[in-house]
């Protein structure tokens, strides 16, 4: 039933019944499940605090190695939608950590950097970068270089920074 909720985008309906179903089965082997689709559905309505509690138990106790993949990425971005940057960047870069040739390993990265450019963070974003142009050549993000050089800049490594911009 929770998937059909789930299916026809009927949200409330979806989180009312998995929240009675937790309270009724904690310890059912569905229990991960459920708490997965609660997730992405409190993660739909931007709700990240809620979505965030969920994804934690998923990511911890999930059998499934692609649930539990998918649970960390979301984590982090329920962080980045809270605000809290510095646990963001961390999750952002301990999922690239764990899950290196997950398809969104190197948005995670990618993120990280970001993060830390965001805060002012030039030393993060001068090692988060060269990182993801390293360990993901095809990735699509081309500012990267650019966004390095900047970082270098800031650093007043000017000749990093020259090096980037002709690369860039």
Not at 32 to 44: D, G, P, Q, Y
Not at 134 to 147: S, V, Y
Request: with cysteine; aromatic share 10%; net charge negative.
């Amino acid at each position: 039933a929770l998937s059909c909720y789930g299916a026809v985008n009927e949200e409330k309906q979806l989180q009312s019944a998995g929240k009675a179903f937790l309270a009724a089965h904690p310890a059912s082997l569905l229990a991960t499940n459920v708490h997965f689709l609660i997730a992405e559905s409190r993660f739909k309505e931007k709700q990240y605090a809620e979505a965030l509690a969920h994804y934690e138990e998923v990511s911890q106790k999930a059998d499934n190695a692609d649930v539990k993949a998918d649970a960390s990425y979301k984590k982090a971005w329920c962080l980045q939608g809270l605000g809290q940057k510095d646990k963001a960047q961390k999750a952002f870069v301990e999922f690239t950590d764990l899950y290196r040739n997950h398809e969104n390993a190197d948005d995670a990265l990618y993120m990280a950097a970001t993060i830390a450019s965001e805060q002012a963070r030039w030393d993060d974003a001068v090692k988060l970068l060269p990182r993801l142009i390293d360990q993901f050549p095809r990735h699509p993000f081309t500012a990267a270089t650019f966004e390095l050089a900047m970082a270098q800049g800031r650093l007043k490594d000017f000749a990093s920074m020259e090096k980037n911009l002709k690369a860039f």
